[in-house]
């Protein structure tokens, strides 16, 4: 492999992660029904019908949920095209390829045969089963992840009772992500522009490594500045975050609709 | 390994998380009296580090590209406590913040990948560099097989709670509810791939890791507790 195939794959992939980040963020920002939902509401809702699409043994209760999803992220004005292309290019990667050995694989009553495959009754009721569950599941947290931005989340979750301690670090983390990201593009653009055709896979895993032991130092050189920071702006090694305002009618209106729904797809199954 | 949502029962998946649980809970009182004040910047640093980790494409022989973990690494440099939050909070910042990963499996995938992956790994490196020096070529051949073996583990406990699914999660005709492979086909699927591909990945990276900070940044494995305390 030459040094700049991996390297141009890493620079592309970390590119189009933080595009999809920007774009979500976009979403977030508009106007639409999940964006006017109080995010601790929202969590509470979409986790119900999260926990609903798999505790359930009817299919049927499954595609309800995935119904559901594609109304909301419509009413969301998040494009429909955007959002089934986002979980149905996962799909086929990491669920269809383990679920369709399953209708061979799995024993039971004969269904029907291709070339010289049985595929069994049980084997395509199990693989049906999967591909639901997982395309409705990554619906719902797709739903959650681009219609909140990311702090109100965080804000969300320390509603749920999640300790502060655990809030102010995800906080930070989730902004120094971005910057780690930059240092890797920087390193990995230094290496490119310094490399003719290609190297060894020696050279290039060694590059790798001494990059990731760098970041690694330059990571716990920043940790100790930022608390320099903390502790010139007046940290005590308490966390102490502000409380989140009301909840609203729309919240209180989503979240009953929610549980109903829940309550009734329940009920049905 | 990570391990989407729908694949594993609730029932699973809350199990995973009540095994967690009390994981997280020693990890936090280990981390508060190592790092003091400077724990949440620590750890979010960290976590930011085991998230770019996971990000990362490491070139395989023959074109192709695979993703490490990190977890032994960052077990044999802060010790396997830290390991486990910053792996954990990593999983958590990629399933709730970005997607990617279930979020019903966060417990099994952080038990998996946050406590058997660095606890094994780590345990196999201190056991092939005890007493060795900082930077000797044990500790980078310690820290390669550690990563390999950790991994591997990892990936067997993975297969485990797949492999339960049909056995105890099936419907009155015998359909799979979850994942529809039993142990005989999950285990020597999952080892078969991480032994091969995904195993070596992890031993490179960790093994030159620790081999080119053990030679240029020596100090960095006294942030370790365990060894601080050897002196």
């Known amino acids: 492999m030459s040094v700049n195939s991996f390297v141009d794959k890493n620079l592309r992939e970390g590119t189009a992660w933080i595009e999809r980040t920007l774009a979500a963020e976009a979403i977030a920002d508009k106007s639409g029904l999940l964006q006017a939902i109080d995010p601790r509401a929202k969590l509470v809702g979409l986790l119900a019908l999260l926990a609903v699409s798999l505790l359930t043994h009817d299919f049927w209760v499954i595609v309800g949920v995935y119904g559901e999803s594609l109304i909301l992220a419509v009413a969301s004005r998040i494009s429909l095209v955007l959002f089934l292309r986002r979980v149905w290019l996962f799909v086929p990667v990491f669920t269809a390829a383990i679920a369709v050995p399953a209708l061979f694989l799995t024993p039971g009553d004969r269904l029907t045969g291709i070339g010289g495959l049985t595929i069994t009754y049980q084997g395509a009721w199990g693989a049906a089963f999967l591909i639901a569950r997982v395309a409705t599941a990554v619906s719902i947290s797709t739903l959650l992840v681009l219609t909140t931005k990311w702090y109100r989340l965080l804000g969300a979750m320390r509603a749920l009772r999640v300790p502060a301690f655990v809030i102010s670090v995800l906080t930070m983390c989730y902004r120094y992500i971005f910057v780690l990201v930059r240092l890797l593009r920087e390193f990995l653009l230094v290496r490119k522009s310094r490399v003719i055709g290609a190297l060894p896979w020696r050279d290039n895993v060694r590059f790798l490594a001494r990059t990731a032991g760098i970041i690694l130092i330059r990571s716990l050189k920043l940790a100790e500045d930022v608390y320099l920071a903390m502790i010139a702006r007046g940290f005590d090694g308490q966390v102490k975050l502000a409380d989140g305002r009301p909840l609203r009618s729309i919240d209180y209106g989503w979240i009953t609709l929610t549980f109903a729904l829940v309550g009734a797809l329940i009920w049905k199954g | ?231």
């Open chain 2, 1 to 231: 390994m990570h391990i989407p949502d729908g694949y594993l029962s609730p029932a699973t998946c809350g199990t995973m998380y009540a095994i967690s649980l009390p994981l997280w809970v020693r990890a936090g009182v280990v981390i508060r009296k190592t790092f003091t004040q400077r724990t949440v910047p620590t750890l979010a640093l960290l976590s930011a580090f085991s998230f770019l980790i996971m990000m990362f494409n490491v070139p395989v022989p023959g074109g192709t590209t695979a993703h490490a973990v990190g977890g032994t690494l960052i077990a044999i440099l802060l010790g396997p406590w830290a390991a486990l939050i910053g792996e954990s909070l990593a999983l958590v910042v990629q399933a709730v913040f970005f997607g990617d990963g279930g979020i019903t499996a966060i417990g099994a995938n952080c038990f998996n990948m946050g406590f058997v992956l660095p606890f094994v790994g780590y345990f196999v490196y201190r056991v092939i560099s005890w007493r060795s020096q900082l930077g000797a070529r044990r500790r980078w051949i310690g820290a390669a097989i550690g990563a390999y073996v950790g991994i591997n583990m990892a990936a067997l406990v993975a297969a485990i709670e797949f492999g339960i699914q049909p056995y105890l999660f099936h419907t009155a005709t015998g359909a799979p509810l979850y994942c529809p492979y039993g142990l005989t086909q999950t285990i020597p699927a999952m080892l078969f791939a991480h032994s091969l591909i995904a195993g070596p990945v992890e031993a490179v990276i960790t093994g030159g890791v620790v081999a080119f900070l053990g030679k240029y940044h020596p100090e960095v494995f006294k942030l370790n507790p365990y060894e601080r305390s050897e002196g």
